[in-house]
C-alpha cells in the first residue's frame, strides 16, 4: 500500500467516525455541541410552550437562509466558527442571537398578543374587625397574590381602579373585612399586610394574613376565601443593610422572594418606601428565601437587581454590590451600540414602540460585541422606538453550552438602561 493509498484511507476513516453532530433542542432554548465546524442545527419554538414552530425563517448572517420543517429545524452546512443567527415568524418577536459558537441552537420565540387568563377572588379576613383599633388611626388592610413565573404576564400586577375593592378599613365600629379584586389565573396564595392609618394618610404595617392553594379560573370567580391571621411568631422583619446606588440610579430598595411551588412567587418588599413582615418559610410551604435588592433611576431609566438565593434566614440580611449600568447607548436605526459591563455574562437588547409592551426586535450578544447591526431580514417599524439593553450576569455560564430553562434560577445580577430613536 502506497502512503497516498493510506493517506486517503485515513481521511476516509476519520469522515465517517469522527465529528459528526446530530440534531438536537434544548429544552427552553440555549445552545450545545461547543464548536461550529460544518453544521449546524437551528431549532425555532415558542417560548412558553416549548412547542416547534415550523416554517419559520432563519438567517445565518445575511447569505444563508431557509425555513424551518415541521419539527421547527432548519439545518445548514459548511460553516465554521462562531456565527449570528435571526429567527423571524408572524405574531412573535423576532430574535437575532449573536456570536453562537455551538452546532446545536435553539431560539425561543416570544408570541405577542397573548391572552394572559385573568379572574376574580373574593372572601375576608377571618378576625379583621376584632383587631383593637389605637386611638387617632383606623385598621387598615391591603390585599394581593402571588405572581407567577412568567414576567411578561401583566395580570401578575393588577390595578384594582378606585376605590380599590381589596382594602379594608375599621376606624373602631367593628366593620369586617370583605374583600374583592382581580387577579391572574392559576394557582396562587392570597396574603393581606395588616396595619392602622392615622388621618394624614400615614401607614404602618403590623402583621398578615394569607391563605394558599387558591385556584382562579380564567373569566371565573372564587369565592369565600377566607384569610387566616398570622400569629406574631409567624413571621419577621428583617433588618437589611443596603449598599449604594450604582451610577446611573438613584435610589435602593430590597425585598424578600419565597418560591411557593405550584402558587408561584411572592415578593416582599422588606426595605424602601414600604416594608412589610416575612413569613416563616415553612408557613407558605418555601424551602428557603431569596434576597433581591434594586437600584433605579427616573422612569424608564437605568435600573440593577443583585439576588441572592438559599437564604435559611433574613433576621438580618446585607444586599451586595449591584453591577454597573449599561454606557454608551446610541443607535441610528441600522447600527445599535453600547459599552459592556463588566462581570456581564451576556448581553440583551430589545427594540419597542414607544407605548407597546411587545418588543419588535430582541437580540442576544453572546461574544463580547458591543455594537449590533440590523439584520437585512428585520424591518422595524417607523416612529418613535426606544432602544433597551440588559447586561445579565449567571457565575460560571459556558456560552457555547447552556440551556435557558437550567441558567434562569442562577442570575446573579442584571442591569439595564435605554434611550428613544426615531426612525
Known sequence: MTLDTR?????????????????????????????????????????????????????????????????????????????????????????????????????PLKAKDIDYGQGRVSGTIEGFEDIPVPAGRANIAFVGFSQNRDDDDPNNDIDQGEPAPNVCFNAGAGDPCEWTMRTRSGQMTVVAYLGTMDADQNIEITGFAYQSGVTVEDGGITDDVNLTIAEDGEFTWPDVSLPSAPDGTEQVSAAIRLDLGDDGRLLLPVAGALEVPVPDRGLLGADSYELIGFAAGPADGATSVRIDRGLESVDEVSVGTFLSVPGGLSTDGATFSFDAVGGASIHIGTVKEIGETEAAWGVAVFDGSTEVSLPSAITLPDGELRFAVQAIEVPDLDVQDFAIDDIEDEVSRASGDSVTFTR
Not at 35 to 41: A, K, N, R, T
Not at 74 to 90: H, K, M, N, R, V
Open 7 to 107: 493517506l486517503t484511507l485515513l481521511l476516509v476513516l476519520a469522515a465517517a467516525c469522527g465529528g459528526g453532530v446530530d440534531p438536537e433542542m434544548v429544552p427552553g432554548g440555549g445552545i450545545s455541541d461547543p464548536g461550529i465546524d460544518g453544521d449546524l442545527y437551528v431549532y425555532v419554538i415558542d417560548e412558553d410552550s416549548d412547542e416547534p414552530l415550523a416554517d419559520a425563517e432563519v438567517w445565518i448572517g445575511d447569505d444563508v437562509h431557509g425555513m424551518t420543517d415541521a419539527e421547527g429545524l432548519f439545518a445548514a452546512s459548511d460553516l465554521d466558527g462562531p456565527q449570528t443567527i435571526t429567527a423571524i415568524i408572524s405574531g412573535y418577536t423576532s430574535a437575532t442571537w449573536v456570536g453562537v459558537d455551538g452546532a446545536n441552537v435553539t431560539i
